[in-house]
């Protein structure tokens, strides 16, 4: 086990140098750079204006030097200077983290609260109304728009109770901060909560045909530990892994309802920054976003190892 | 005795409606405000949109400006700000300010007539080449005609023009000509700036927030009303209506409702104070002159009569748009030309089916018909309201054989591609700071201009921009510059569709709002704004 982590960690290591590497080539061939934008934004294009802020913002140093400064930066602590705001990018990036953690994790939360047990609740009472209404729910959350969503219930707010739940000033509690956040995150977490929910029905519909399933059945189990006990903790496997996998794909879901819901987060400020070609905020968000991405792959990978005994990671 | 208690009561009641506006304004208060985008910086010298005027201006004061009082800005309304009063020498080209004395920014140090220096030179590139007050300067050409600017003391400045310009005091009355203080740095002036104005910034979070306080050491005494000002920027347009709707926001943002956006608006509330007026924005379409096939003149000329502006009107602005050339007609434009003479020019004539046959005649002249169209592309910028013109200018280009494309390019690299000449036709939106014609021309046809995007370059035409530059008498004044602008539309130097006219609401309890009818730069100094709430 211990070697196995140890080749993990370095895979990991190596998984993020390969990102970094694609990143900072990436937006280099992208038009246009911040100095191109600063100066068009003002609508002039004067050669002169963005060579002086190339050069004082040092972009125009060869591309290697670039990246050595900025890696050798990152691996001490600094992040360098936002381009656009001419701010450290760790005073931009610090402060939104834990606004979209809190809102990617309640909208993860929401996603399984619901989606688990509708998918066992669909595939027990399988060919049911219950699972016909389960069905389609589940498919128009895979069919809605997280955006499309998020204005209905703005518009369904302002014309029924008369007010927006949007952030436009810091919550005063951990409550109302959670209360508010609540619904951006019900809006996205939405999608996948309905495929939560179809691949648990699905793989609980499998696991439910089994052998060991009619076994315990006929030992004289209840329907409750059937259903919990001996068929849902089989049919998870397949469901961690796509749980892990929505993780990843909530930071896309979060830009268009941090847009919508006004939530200045993360998401949202690192569409801003690759607008604005502000190279220092979009490497060092990329590469967080790289590291939750894997981070949450090896959790995923270990909680195998804890629904499933048979599983084991060779050394 | 009945008598005299009538004229008492009377004489009474009428003193009491007479002062009631001095009594009634109330301090206190936060405006709430959304804002559409994020701001590229805070320094208003540096940058050319709205969206950093509107909420910086209040942070800075001018040494004059457009009375905020009155909802045309022109040459005769504009009052003193830091200035306390100005003179002009007997042959016009000295501007000699006396300027207040005890006025302070907002970091306590004293403002001088040093300060003023300081801000041409850097605005004129002469400022020592460490100071990095001003880093960009998209007016440049505003004072190309300014010479020097020197302090005869504390409280005397006198700016030196190369000749006589009666629309210098104009510019300095813009929104755009605050005074920046000398012992700022670049980096604060666009983050956290400083300045004399009413309100302090208190943060200027990206892609967050603005927020302003009241700045109790106000020169003007009594002033600002509000206690803060509170910017949210909410880049979603319809989050931004339905927060207004909701009560979240007491005004919109500037020209932010198209006229589609107010039924709704109002019909979900029904109290809201709306008013639509010209932005000072004009849709226009540049024509690359210089690289086949448009480097035919005649070829301009069929584009530009094939032009029927109704149906940009009535689709974009439900018909609310007005008529013009690039300056703004009146009422609410002091220097357009009038009605009857646009409409004897190309792309304005009222006989549509006449100006659709002289073009088609002369495309077939150069080869082109409907079995040969002309086949090109119309680029533009990749937001919406330079797509949805664009789409409409394709549709009218077909009437005349061209088969145009909709090239949409990434606003944030659309001026390099203009500027490269690597276009065809381009659907543009061009917004003046100033309802004046020497900030028009000189910005956007004179040939040494950074911002002539097309490269329009007529020694003729510059000479006229320069001969109506210097005229002194504005009548004489206002038919030189009739004489340019048709130059220019016979030139299909950059052909305007519309004038634009967008709505800005906010809410009954906010008073003392006054909308400037020319210009969406000016006015935004919040100073005379109050909450009845």
């Not at chain 1, 495929?195 to 029905?201: A, E, S, V």
Request: hydrophobic share 45%.
């Amino acid at each position: 086990m211990g070697s196995y982590l140890t080749r993990r960690f370095l895979l990991m290591a190596l998984t993020l140098f390969g990102m970094s590497v694609l990143i900072f080539v990436m937006l280099r061939l992208v038009p246009g750079n911040v100095a191109d934008i600063l100066v068009d934004s003002a609508g002039i294009a004067d050669p002169k204006e963005k060579a002086k802020i190339a050069r004082e913002l040092g972009i125009d140093r060869p591309i290697f030097d670039q990246y050595i400064h900025w890696i050798g930066g990152l691996v001490q602590g600094d992040l360098g200077f936002a381009y656009v705001s001419e701010r450290p990018a760790i005073e931009e990036i610090a402060p939104r983290i834990p606004i979209s953690a809190k809102l990617a994790g309640l909208a993860l939360f929401f996603s399984v609260i619901m989606g688990v047990p509708l998918g066992v609740i669909s595939a027990v009472r399988q060919n049911t109304a219950l699972d016909y209404f389960l069905r389609v729910l589940s498919l128009s959350g895979l069919s809605l728009p997280s955006f499309w969503l998020g204005l209905l219930i703005l518009m369904a707010s302002v014309q029924w109770f008369g007010m927006i739940p949007i952030y436009t000033n810091e919550p005063r509690s951990f409550i109302d901060e959670m209360l508010l956040l609540s619904i951006p995150a019900a809006a996205v977490g939405f999608r996948s909560s309905a495929l939560i929910m179809r691949l648990t029905r699905s793989s609980m519909l499998e696991v439910l045909r089994q052998d060991y399933i009619r076994t315990a059945r006929s030992k004289g189990a209840s329907q409750t530990s059937v259903n919990y006990d001996h068929a849902l903790r089989n049919a998870l496997l397949p469901v961690v892994t796509i749980i892990g996998i929505e993780a990843a794909f909530l930071i896309g879901g979060l830009i268009v309802t941090e847009t919508v819901f006004n939530i200045p987060g993360v998401a949202r400020f690192l569409v801003e920054a690759i607008l604005w070609r502000d190279y220092p905020i979009v490497q060092n968000l990329v590469m967080l976003i790289a590291f939750v991405v894997i981070v949450v792959n090896f959790l995923v990978d270990m909680a195998y190892m804890a629904l499933d005994p048979r599983i084991k990671y060779a050394d | 005795m009945r008598t005299r208690l009538a004229f008492v009561a009377g004489s009474l009641a009428a003193f009491v409606a007479a002062s009631s506006p001095v009594f009634a304004q109330k301090q206190g208060g936060t405006l709430r405000i959304s804002h559409r985008d994020n701001p590229p910086s805070a320094s208003i010298h540096e940058e050319a949109t709205i969206s950093v005027v509107q909420p910086f201006m209040a942070v800075f004061n001018n040494l004059v400006v457009f009375d905020p009082n009155e909802k045309i800005n022109s040459p005769d309304k504009i009052v003193p700000d830091l200035a306390e009063s100005w003179s002009w020498n007997p042959d016009q080209t000295k501007l000699t300010f006396k300027l207040r004395s005890g006025v302070k920014w907002h970091d306590g140090k004293p403002f001088s007539a040093k300060d003023v220096k300081c801000t041409w030179d850097a605005l004129t590139g002469k400022a020592d080449e460490k100071s990095d007050l001003v880093r960009k300067n998209p007016r440049k050409v505003w004072y190309s005609n300014l010479k020097d600017v020197t302090v005869g003391s504390d409280t005397e400045v006198t700016f030196e023009l190369g000749r006589p310009q009666p629309s210098f005091l104009s510019m300095l009355a813009a929104g755009y000509s605050p005074v920046y203080a000398c012992h700022a740095n670049g980096r604060d002036m666009r983050s956290k700036p400083i300045g004399t104005g009413p309100f302090k910034v208190v943060d200027f979070k990206r892609n967050e927030s603005i927020k302003l306080v009241r700045n109790p050491d106000y020169w003007k005494k009594g002033r600002p009303y509000l206690d803060a000002i509170d910017w949210k920027i909410v880049p979603n347009r319809s989050t931004r209506m339905l927060g207004f709707i909701a009560g979240e926001f007491d005004m919109t943002f500037d020209s932010d409702i198209t006229f589609p956006m107010l039924a709704d608006v109002k019909a979900q509330k029904a109290d809201a104070v709306c008013e639509a007026r010209p932005s000072n924005v004009n849709s226009n379409i540049l024509i690359n002159r210089d690289e086949p096939p448009f480097d035919k003149p005649e070829l301009r000329r069929a584009l530009v009569l094939a032009l029927d502006q109704k149906p940009f009107n009535e689709i974009l602005f439900q018909g609310h748009a007005l008529a013009g050339a690039s300056l703004l007609p009146p009422p609410a434009g002091v220097w357009g030309m009038p009605k009857e003479m646009l409409e004897t020019l190309p792309g304005h004539m009222p006989d549509r089916e006449k100006s659709l046959a002289e073009a088609r005649k002369i495309m077939q002249s150069l080869g082109y018909g409907p079995d040969k169209p002309l086949k090109t592309k119309v680029s533009t910028r990749n937001i919406a309201i330079y797509r949805d013109p664009a789409v409409i200018l394709i549709d009218q280009l077909k009437q005349i054989y061209i088969e145009a494309e909709l090239e949409p390019i990434d606003t944030t690299v659309w001026y390099t591609k203009i500027q490269g000449k690597k276009y065809t036709i381009g659907m543009n939106l061009t917004g003046l700071g100033v309802d004046d014609p020497d900030t028009n021309f000189y910005e956007n046809f004179h040939s040494t201009s950074d911002r002539n995007y097309t490269a329009y370059k007529n020694p003729e035409v510059d000479k006229m921009i320069e001969q109506q530059s210097a005229e002194l008498d504005r009548e004489k004044r206002k038919k030189l510059v009739w004489d340019v602008e048709k130059k220019l539309i016979e030139d299909g130097a950059r052909p305007v569709i519309n004038q634009n006219v967008a709505s800005t609401c906010w809410t009954p309890q906010l008073k003392g709002v006054l909308l400037q009818h020319n210009s969406i730069y000016n006015g935004w100094r919040f100073e005379d704004i109050w909450l009845d709430r």
